[in-house]
């Protein structure tokens, strides 16, 4: 009989899981790539390193004056602005000093809490958030768990790699955000 009930036990657990892993799934894939579509404007944007394409979305919201301070959050400690960003040679119009590297976070949540701090010293009212499709759900959470309530924050999703992003990636994400919805949001 115990083992019935053991075996029973792991499977509605198992079942528990993947009903949430799965619908986790589906807000990850849900959000837009609005990089793409829509024209936002804010104070600042922060970018999250990890993920091609992120950076130079960052620069281009820069160059195109829709943002007048660039805060690029989680860069190796030793690495330099050109190191990141070979292109900024070409940004003429960008002034090196709107664009701050914050090298102290290692997690989507430690990002959200060493730019809060950089976004009150430059006094941003509001800011543009930067990552991948698939990691926008996760660090948007965050950061409005992490940034003080009602504080603006506009999400701008990127594509890395494909559109329709392969399983595994999504899978890691899953995993990454049922641990974040438990310990963060």
Known sequence: MKK?????????TASLFLDRAFKESQKILAQDVNSWTEDQSADCAVVLTGGPGRVREGFDLLAQRRI???????????????????????????DEEDIILEKRSGSTYGNA???????EALHCR???LITSRIHMYRAN????????EGFRI???ATISGSYRPKFF????????????????Y
Do not use: C, H, M, N
């Open 154 to 156: 506009i999400p701008r």
């Open 169 to 184: 990636p999504v899978a890691a994400e899953v995993l990454k955000s049922l641990f974040y919805s438990i310990w963060a």
């Open 4 to 12: 019935y009930l053991i075996f029973f036990l792991v499977i509605v």
């Open 126 to 128: 509001d800011i543009i």
């Open 113 to 119: 809490q060493q730019t809060l701090p950089l976004v």
């Open 68 to 94: 007048k301070k660039l805060i690029i959050s989680g860069v190796y400690p030793a690495a330099s602005l050109r190191d990141i960003f070979p292109q900024l040679p070409f940004y003429g119009s960008i």
């Open 141 to 148: 959470k965050i950061f409005v768990g992490v940034f003080p």
